[in-house]
């Protein structure tokens, strides 16, 4: 077997194991999941296991990386297209911030364990921050082509940490309290009182268009 291949499929076996583990300390948490778990949940043997991890905390830390590396590009492909100086944008960014919400309610109560593990293991705490940065320089890429001549840098990036926040705050709030803290509910309040405003933002520092439609090269 060419070692291309066996590079291959060592990277889906690690792939398959991530998964398994994810949905394990989804369902357990950290401390409650055993490598025997994820064994289990992944159909492999613990020998398969050990080959391609050498503890139960290097797969955790390889879930957050490869969280970082696949899961922020999908959130801003899921923006970019809604805050482009478009007539309907802020009904997309409803529609955008909804679909995340899904997201968030099934990721975010496995990210709060994460954050009180990284207060005791530096491993974990690396992991997670650069998580944390991608996701803030993501929603900052999202905003600066229609923010960027209202916004300093400095501003955008206030700006980017502040929504990112809000969003973890938001989710967050809604497991603990979902009778009275909606996280859909306040995103839709959020905008109807600032919607105006962000519209009026985004198609005043939007680039000037053709009249074909198109932006002047």
């Not at 529609?95 to 990210?111: D, K, N, Q």
């Not at 809604?174 to 519209?199: R, S």
Request: proline share 4%; aromatic share 10%; glycine share 6%.
């Amino acid at each position: 077997m060419s070692s291309r291949k066996q590079d291959k499929q060592k990277q889906e076996k690690r792939s398959l194991v991530r998964s398994a583990a994810y949905r394990c300390f989804r369902d357990a948490g950290y401390y409650g999941t055993k490598v025997d778990d994820i064994c289990d949940s992944a159909g492999l043997s613990k020998g398969s296991f050990y080959n391609l991890y050498n503890s139960k905390q290097e797969v955790f830390i390889d879930l957050l990386n490869t969280w970082a590396l696949e899961v922020i590009p999908e959130i801003f492909e899921q923006f970019e297209a809604s805050v482009v100086g478009r007539e309907n944008s802020i009904s997309q960014i409803r529609s955008a911030l909804s679909e995340e919400l899904h997201r968030g309610r099934t990721v975010i109560p496995l990210w709060l364990e994460f954050n009180v593990l990284a207060i005791h293991e530096e491993s974990f705490r690396r992991a997670l921050a650069k998580f944390y940065r991608r996701a803030r320089s993501a929603i900052a890429d999202v905003l600066r082509p229609s923010m960027r001549l209202v916004f300093s840098e400095d501003e955008l990036q206030g700006v980017a940490n502040v929504i990112f926040g809000a969003y973890m705050g938001l989710v967050t709030q809604e497991i603990t309290d979902p009778g009275n803290a909606n996280a859909e509910y306040a995103i839709d309040q959020f905008l109807k009182v600032l919607g105006p405003w962000l519209q009026h933002l985004q198609f005043k520092t939007a680039p000037p268009q053709s009249p074909e439609g198109q932006s002047p090269s």
